[in-house]
């Protein structure tokens, strides 16, 4: 929903006004470091508990103890940047047209909208750790119409500020808050069972939290750093664009979170009850649905991403300029999306200090790297150094960590997860950039042309995959029975 508003925002706000959502982006995404990793250790005990492993008292003590040093934080975040709220209006941002007061104000906003978050997304991840996918993703689609489709009037009819944008955020912000958090209570609360905070449940899980919380700043540091740069190396108007190609990119992320949340947990249940042919199997489909999901509409960003910003934005100038930073940006992120696997595997199985010292040399490099290159190349220098980065992720990194877990695998991850798929969705593609629509004129040519695209390269991706096609094959001989008589 977010993404398919955003042409409304911008036409309403204008590219500087949008802008200031890209730094709002940043500080929220900074700001998720103050939980020490609360967040993400509490949906791996969640996960653990519906496995049997952890008592009812142990983890609503757990919730409760971390949900007072998280209001805690949030409040505290949230005076920090109020506080600060003037200094970074005129001293950070690069502004030509927005009026200092409007933009402080807007940040005073933020302040609020992130604590807000900060809470949200804590009672988000008890529900992943205890599956609740499925409750999670209905209140969720509504909340995030709410939210979209509410902003959209707000700025129609109430003030096309983005002012009011961010207030309208905060209220419904707010109310997900409140939502999400009864949804967790009423799923683990025991009527003969009181909570309490208690200091020793969060001593109990400080080493898998702490690292996890470093896990996270490194991980910020990598794919926050290049907007934090060039938030201030570029004019507002500049880093508007590279903040447009970034959301359209990282649209690929609303098809690879749902996968990995919810079989992350999967993965901890499996592991604590020493199920290892589940476990594997559970892996390979995994990563092959999500490739089979993500790789087609990377691979179309890629070579068409001028013409996917025009059929949907409809304005030539602006596809012009976000398309080429969109083609190198998609790719980055799908080979991003790709390590996601080996990724919550380690984390299943309580093992931080690989991603850590990985994400240390990473971080080591890529600051000097957009340094050097964005006064060379301008922002589109700071996209291809985000795809290097993950191209190493792939073939490094990933060997480094199937020489400790699933060794037999890492070659079957390789060609059946990773390479099937992402080929059999490239021979597809191929046949469409022949015959692709030449110009930036008839902006329905390319919605029926990219439409086309990513139905029949999703089947090209199905027919390169082995697990998923196998799963295809057989609904399809439960639904018709007579196939197998046939056979």
């Known amino acids: 929903m977010g993404l398919a508003f955003v042409p409304v925002y911008v036409d309403y706000l204008g590219i500087e006004a949008y802008g200031l959502i890209g730094v709002f982006a940043i500080l929220q995404a900074w700001l998720t ?7 993400p250790t509490l949906s791996r005990e969640m996960a653990r508990f519906t496995a049997g492993v952890v008592s009812a008292q ?30 970074l209006a005129e001293g950070w941002l690069n502004t030509n ?19 807000a978050r900060f809470m949200e997304s804590l009672y988000r991840s008890a529900l992943i750790g205890l599956q609740k996918q499925v409750w999670y993703n209905a209140v969720n689609a509504a909340l995030a119409t709410l939210r979209s489709v509410g902003a959209v009037m707000v700025l129609a009819w109430y003030a096309p500020t983005i002012y009011a944008f961010f207030l309208w955020q905060l209220l419904v912000s707010c109310l997900t808050t409140f939502v999400l958090a009864l949804g967790v209570h009423r799923r683990i609360d025991v009527p003969q069972l009181s909570a309490r905070f208690s200091r020793m449940a969060l001593i109990d899980i400080f080493d898998y939290a702490r690292g996890m919380a470093i896990i996270v700043l490194l991980s910020l540091l990598l794919t926050q750093i290049d907007k934090i740069l060039l938030s201030r190396m570029l004019s507002l108007d500049a880093f508007g664009i590279y903040t447009l190609a970034a959301t359209v990119s990282g649209a690929l992320y609303v098809l690879i979170t749902p996968i990995t949340t919810a079989i992350y947990p999967r993965l901890v249940e499996l592991l604590s009850r020493q199920e290892s042919a ?40 602006l596809s012009l300029a976000v398309g080429p930073i969109l083609s190198v940006l998609a790719i980055g992120t799908l080979l991003n999306g790709m390590m996601t696997f080996p990724y919550i595997l380690q984390l299943a199985y309580g093992w931080t200090s690989l991603t850590i010292r990985i994400n240390v ?16 190349y301008g922002s589109i220098g700071a996209a291809w150094v985000w795809f290097f980065m993950n191209s190493a992720y792939v073939l490094i990194g990933a060997q480094l960590m199937y020489r400790n877990l699933l060794n037999d695998e890492k070659w079957k991850w390789y060609m059946h997860d990773l390479a099937g798929p992402a080929i059999g969705a490239l021979s597809v593609l191929f046949i469409f950039y022949i015959f692709r629509p030449t110009g930036l004129t008839d902006r329905w040519h390319w919605l029926v042309f990219l439409l086309l695209a990513i139905v029949l390269t999703s089947m090209g991706a199905v027919i390169g995959s082995t697990q998923v096609r196998s799963l295809m094959l057989q609904a399809i001989r439960r639904l018709n029975p007579a196939t197998d008589k046939c056979s």
């Not at 949030?74 to 920090?80: D, G, P, V």
């Not at 040399?361 to 060379?376: E, G, N, Q």
């Open 278 to 317: 589940a476990l594997v199997l559970t892996y390979h489909r995994g990563a092959q649905i999500l490739t089979i999901i993500t790789a087609p509409g990377a691979f179309i960003l890629m070579l068409f991403g001028d013409g996917v910003v025009f059929a949907w934005s409809g304005d030539a100038n």
């Open 361 to 376: 040399v990473a971080v080591s490099l890529i600051v000097p790297l957009i340094l050097w290159s964005v006064p060379l």
């Open 58 to 87: 142990s983890i609503i003590n757990l919730l409760r103890s971390i949900e007072v040093f998280c209001v805690a934080t949030a409040l505290i975040m949230c005076l920090i940047i109020w506080a600060i709220s003037g200094w």
């Open 33 to 39: 470091l103050l939980d020490m990793g609360m967040a």
């Open 97 to 115: 047209e927005l009026p200092f007061e409007l933009v402080t104000k807007s940040i005073q906003i933020m302040a609020l909208l992130i604590a």
